[in-house]
Antibody, heavy 120, light 109 residues
Framework: EVQLVESGGGLVQPGGSLRLSCAAS????????MHWVRQAPGKGLVWVSR????????SYADSVKGRFTISRDNAKNTLYLQMNSLRAEDTAVYYC?????????????WGPGTLVTVSS | QSALTQPPSASGSPGQSVTISCTGT?????????VSWYQQHPGKAPKLMIY???KRPSGVPDRFSGSKSGNTASLTVSGLQAEDEADYYC?????????FGGGTKLTVL
């Protein structure tokens, strides 16, 4: 059974940092481009970042560029998102999602999400 | 990196058909045949319904279909059923990034 499980969310003060993890199982993680997608409360989906299957190529939305860093450990089947200089507008449920082989592949698999709340 | 444009809401009676549009630009929807659609029920993760404009993943009913013309993609749900009531999001590959639409709340009357 395919599973993606995010963790690491919580309450953080503005300007603070948080590291999200996404543990994958049930599929060949190392063959998948992985993405982070977020959804603010009551709002729509917003693509945040992606990384290629080998971990050598990344891309970011303008809103998080320079503050967030995506990474992965294929030996541990885990995707990460390091979030620094957090702002109130970063408050959202963060989903990890996987697409097979290519950057343009659809998001086949999704985790249940982890909530990040940025507030003082 | 502007979001794709979707109508905020759509509705139809059981058995009817409804079409949801997704408008982008010549740099995203118009440039690539990599448009996908996702269904999201409240409190749940999104689910892939259509990929590469018009292809259906295994297990998705053939009541769901997709198309594209120029910079606008469309999702059609035929034979509406109560369980189709959900939020629907389009997504497009855009080269250096990926984009989502703002979402459309589909109500089955």
């Amino acid at each position: 059974e395919v599973q993606l499980v995010e963790s690491g969310g919580g309450l953080v003060q503005p300007g603070g940092s948080l590291r999200l993890s996404c543990a994958a199982s049930g599929f060949t993680f190392s063959s998948y481009w992985m993405h982070w997608v977020r959804q603010a409360p009551g709002k729509g989906l917003v693509w945040v970042s992606r990384m290629n299957s080998e971990g050598s190529s990344t891309s970011y939305a303008d809103s998080v560029k320079g503050r967030f860093t995506i990474s992965r450990d294929n030996a541990k089947n885990t995707l990460y998102l390091q979030m620094n200089s957090l702002r109130a507008e970063d408050t959202a449920v963060y989903y990890c999602a996987g697409g097979y082989s290519y950057s343009y592949s659809p998001f086949d698999y999704w985790g249940p999400g982890t909530l990040v709340t940025v507030s003082s | 990196q502007s979001a794709l444009t979707q109508p905020p809401s759509a509705s139809g009676s059981p058995g009817q058909s409804v079409t949801i549009s997704c408008t982008g630009t010549s740099s995203d929807v118009g440039a690539y045949n990599y448009v996908s659609w996702y269904q999201q029920h409240p409190g749940k993760a999104p689910k892939l319904m259509i990929y590469e404009v018009s292809k259906r993943p295994s297990g998705v009913p053939d009541r769901f279909s997709g198309s594209k013309s120029g910079n606008t993609a469309s999702l059609t749900v035929s034979g509406l059923q109560a369980e189709d009531e959900a939020d629907y999001y389009c997504s497009s590959y855009a080269g250096s990034n990926n984009l989502f639409g703002g979402g459309t709340k589909l109500t089955v009357l």
